[in-house]
């Protein structure tokens, strides 16, 4: 019986999958000879202080000249410095494909996307991403790259749009045999560009990585982007000079009001938002949000829905990250139970500077790589944002610095006798001693959760 | 070196629960094994004669002869116990029992038997076998976490109806042992009683600093060193006795390492904690021990000495100065080398010696100025602190059924772990599923400031401002939550159909 079972239901799948609907395998083919030309890899070699590594990811042309990849494969991470060697990948149908110098343009944190632009001009075909909508039932393709152990050969998945999804970015759901590779661009009938199909955690993002070569084929993403979320990034693109400038107003922990919460409340049926931590002197502090206060509408209209509660503030911020620097965005919030909503206009602030763009220092003897506290560091450990030291970016595998006990993330606030305010000063302390004394140990106080810890760090004599 | 911790519950069943090691606190995580617990039993043969001060015609350390080890099972025999022990845990937003087995030593004729807490702390139901197989009741008088240790009433109305015999076991010293010397454990592992085993002493004073040890939610292991043996001892035999071959006690099998690594505590440490247990215990009142906390971790001065200008053997290093704390009200602060103590030396060169230090601070008298000596840079200053009774981080815990949850109370010490800004409210535990609570999406670890507007204090208020909405029976409660730095508003749409 059991065996009878297990026959019977694949049948009735194959039955499903022949009754979708489906593009002719003409057109199919003709999608898959327009695009191919327009996918590339692109390939830069991270280099930190110990290491070096080569990194490939799938690209799509979008100008004559220019290349787009999802910011996963440029993860926003690493520190822009130590990503070099930028090249683009143009496969050819036969033979090696050809390398390209590119120069990279920056991320665009707003679309999950970045930009690298050949170094000197090219004349690739582009591909055109179109605002069109894929209703459910339609039938899809998307055409992907395989990876390096698969020459970069490019592929068609075909698949039908099952359902469109909120979620914190608009995603589109797919039935059948699923999408191809994270970042791929997806088509619809008619061959317009519509969507990139997106990041798939069980999936790496490198072409060069060395698993399975058909490992994008065995476990299929089923999840794109609308190009709607996107386009912007792609009208007016990052360059080295003018990189997207985030903005931000200083509130942290937003939750999404459940049903229960806005009943309670009074606002049933409101899409609601509440202002969980309200970073002191940032724009919205100074603009008088609370923590607390329930946010209701975003510059005079009723909160975007969610497909449930915990999707909107995801939803708001993603619609917050699209006001540029310097303007002015109101929210309506509920302070007070029936109370009148209070409007509070915050003007728009750059986002304060992150780790992957601070400052790092490498003492080589102790193995020690330690960078520049940033806004996030302080937040994270609870301290005031007026709390000075550096941080334990990375530490050499088998080095002095990590046999004495430091970890990855601890807060060093002293360096033998002297109190370290920043970077400047921690290298300066540091050059100091060594200058004097080559070989002595140091004796560091750090911070790690909510404990100080004083280690003592004896370098290679 | 790790240790992997590993305590045996419910040995019937062969379930393992594992002594959990949730170091929130400073530093990585030590594994221990906790040597588990598993049924010892006495049975009595052989009288069991000497009496508690040191016989005349004990040796400094005996040799296991096979006589002497014949001679001394048959005399300690009679005070193992096997504890079969119902502890309260909490689980699904609910007060619940689990089930474990243990052994125990009887330490005197009134029927007290001294065993780990992590086989009876907590307990709310208790059995004992003796060693003539007879099985009685007992309860819980009073325990210890911090040095793993609880005293068990047997009942004595019971042992006499039922004409059990049992002998008590003398405790000896554990400050004169010596490695190398030879002893026996005696237990019930997995279940299997009148097990004894025997070994020598590898070490007489192991610490496993800086690891810090606990079981469940509850700091153990900070007060002593341990005694490390390698007499086998396994899930079962936690609770019983190490002895020498004069037959005394010496230790309490408490932790086991695998391979041979195991761990008592020594007996010197016991003395002092059923002094204490056994006068603080009042009917209906479990017995306890008091002691002082300044809210400072110590570290020891081993090659810092010179970076610090200090004689070598002098001082101990504050390491970190909890938040709100005595210390650090009185103005105590980090890399401070602390010299004195009410003008009593506190040095710390080794690792072996911070849990004698730490002791020191702990006898102070609680809640009395204590004068710190300290040596900062150049200078020498003098602070005075005021001693705060010691809390672990696990406070009270408590059910509150109707809402589906149960809370713990907000200690000083978690909110230095968890980094919140005071005591105020009461700690999310768990949740029952399909309750108002876990509907609700509380989440473990969420603190509750307020109920229906109303400011928690502390648990009793919070019991207060429930048990007033039950008794309106509110259908529903806003609660405002912290999590993380953030706060949140939480609705419970509370039922009463049952």
Redesign the interface.
């Known amino acids: 019986m059991m065996r009878s079972m297990r026959w019977f239901v694949p049948a009735v799948l194959l039955a499903a999958g022949a009754a979708r609907a489906t593009i002719a395998p003409d057109a199919a083919r003709k999608v898959y000879d327009e695009v191919t030309p327009s996918l590339v890899a692109v390939q830069y070699s991270w280099q930190n202080e110990f290491n070096k590594q080569d990194l490939i990811g799938a690209g799509i042309v979008v100008g004559e000249d220019l290349v787009m990849t999802s910011i996963g494969v440029v993860n926003p991470q690493i520190p822009d410095d130590q990503m070099k060697d930028f090249k683009i990948i143009v496969p050819k149908e036969e033979g090696e494909p050809d390398e390209v110098e590119a120069v990279f343009q920056g991320r665009d944190e707003r679309t999950n996307m970045a930009f690298l632009k050949a170094k000197k001009p090219q004349h690739w075909k582009p591909i055109k991403f179109e605002d069109a909508v894929a209703k459910v039932g339609d039938p899809v393709l998307s055409v992907g790259m395989l990876p390096q152990a698969a020459a970069y050969k490019s592929y068609l998945m075909e698949s039908t749009v099952a359902a469109r999804l909120r979620g914190d970015v608009p995603q589109v759901l797919v039935q059948g045999n699923g999408l191809a590779a994270s970042g791929s661009p997806v088509l619809n009938a008619d061959g317009k560009a519509i969507g990139i199909v997106s990041f798939w955690s069980r999936q790496g993002l490198f072409l060069n990585a060395s698993t399975d070569a058909l490992a994008s084929i065995s476990n299929v993403p089923r999840f794109y982007v609308p190009a709607s979320d996107f386009l912007l990034s792609i009208q007016e693109p990052p360059t080295p000079d003018k990189p997207v400038v985030l903005p931000w107003i200083g509130v942290l922990e937003l939750s999404g009001l459940n049903k229960d919460v806005a009943e309670a409340l009074g606002l049933k049926g409101q899409p609601a938002v509440q202002v969980g931590d309200v970073i002191p002197n940032a724009p919205a502090a100074k603009a008088g949000l609370k923590q607390g206060d329930i946010i209701l509408k975003f510059n005079g209209k009723p909160l975007e829905r969610g497909d449930e509660a915990s999707e909107l503030p995801g939803i708001l911020h993603h619609r917050l990250l699209r006001y540029k620097v310097g303007e002015t965005v109101e929210f309506s919030v509920l302070r007070e139970q029936d109370q009148p909503l209070k409007d509070i206009k915050v003007t728009l602030e750059e986002q304060p500077k992150r780790a992957n763009t601070a400052k790092r220092f490498y003492a080589e003897d102790l193995g020690l790589v330690v960078r520049e506290l940033v806004f996030q560091d302080t937040y994270a450990r609870k301290l005031p944002p007026t709390q000075k030291g550096v941080i334990v970016a990375m530490e050499r595998p088998q080095s002095a610095s990590q046999s004495a006990g430091l970890q990855r993330e601890d807060l060093i606030t002293r360096l033998n006798n002297d109190t370290v305010t920043d970077i400047a000063e921690f290298e300066k302390l540091y050059k100091a001693i060594r200058k004097e004394k080559p070989h002595e140990a140091l004796v560091l106080l750090v911070r790690r959760n909510n404990a100080e810890d004083t280690i003592r760090i004896e370098p290679p004599q | 070196m790790h240790i992997d911790t590993t305590s045996v519950q419910g040995i019937g069943e062969r379930t393992s629960h594992s002594i959990s090691t949730s170091a929130?606190?400073?530093r990585t995580r030590a594994i221990f094994a906790a040597a588990a617990l598993a049924l010892a039993m006495a049975g009595a043969s052989t009288a069991f004669a000497r009496g508690g001060e040191k016989g005349e015609g004990d040796q400094p350390y005996p040799p296991a002869t096979p006589k002497a080890v014949v001679e001394v099972t048959g005399r300690i025999f009679p005070a193992v116990v096997r504890l079969d022990v119902a502890q309260e845990v909490y689980a699904d937003g609910k007060r619940t029992v689990r089930r474990g087995i243990g052994s125990g030593v009887i330490i005197d004729d009134d029927g007290r038997v001294l065993t780990n807490y992590h086989v009876a702390g907590r307990a709310r139901e208790i059995f004992i076998t003796l060693y003539n197989k007879e099985r009685v009741h007992a309860k819980l008088i009073g325990d210890d976490h911090w040095t793993d240790l609880a005293i068990v009433q047997m009942d004595m109305d019971e042992i006499k109806q039922k004409k059990a015999e049992f002998k008590h076991a003398d405790l000896g010293d554990s400050k004169t042992l010596i490695t190398g010397q030879d002893v026996m454990a005696v237990g019930t592992p997995f279940g299997l009683a009148r097990t004894m085993t025997l070994g020598v002493v590898s070490n007489n004073e192991r610490t496993f600093y800086p690891e810090q040890m606990h079981i469940d939610e509850y700091e153990t292991g900070s007060f002593s060193n341990w005694i490390q043996m390698d007499t086998p001892i396994n899930p079962g035999n936690s609770g019983g006795p190490l002895v020498d071959l004069n037959g005394k006690v010496v230790g309490i099998n408490t932790r086991g390492g695998g391979q041979n690594l195991n761990f008592a505590i020594p007996i010197d440490t016991a003395k002092e904690v059923i002094a204490k247990i056994e006068s603080s215990a009042k009917e209906g009142k479990k017995g306890k021990v008091d002691r002082s906390d300044l809210g400072i971790?110590l570290?020891p001065l081993q090659?810092?000495e010179t970076?610090y200008s200090i004689d070598i053997n002098r001082g101990v290093?504050i390491?970190?100065?909890?938040?709100n704390s005595p210390a650090e009200k009185a103005g105590v602060k980090?890399?401070d080398i602390l010299l004195d103590v009410n003008g009593v030396p506190v040095n710390v060169r080794f690792p072996e010696e911070i849990a004698a230090a730490r002791k020191m601070i702990a006898d102070l008298p609680i809640g009395t100025d204590a004068t710190l000596n300290i040596k900062r840079?150049k200078e020498n200053v003098t602070l005075t602190a005021k001693t705060e009774k010691l809390q672990g981080a696990a406070g009270e815990e408590r059910e509150f059924k109707v809402w589906g949850l149960s809370v713990r109370e907000l200690t000083r010490t978690y909110a230095?772990?968890?980094?919140l800004d005071d005591t105020q409210g009461v700690i999310v535990t768990t949740e029952s599923p399909g309750y108002a609570a876990a509907?609700?999406?509380l989440a473990p670890g969420d603190v509750i400031r307020a109920v229906n507007r109303k400011p928690v204090t502390d648990m009793d208020e919070f019991a207060k401002l429930y048990d007033a909405s039950v008794e309106k029976k509110d259908k529903?409660v806003?609660l405002?939550v912290q999590?993380?730095?953030?706060?949140?508003?939480?609705?419970l749409?509370v039922s009463y159909d049952e």
């Open positions: 929130r606190r400073k971790d570290k090659d810092l970076f290093l390491n970190s100065v909890d938040h980090s890399q840079g230095n772990e968890a980094q509907k609700a999406e529903v806003v405002d999590r993380g730095r953030g706060r949140r508003t939480a609705v749409k």
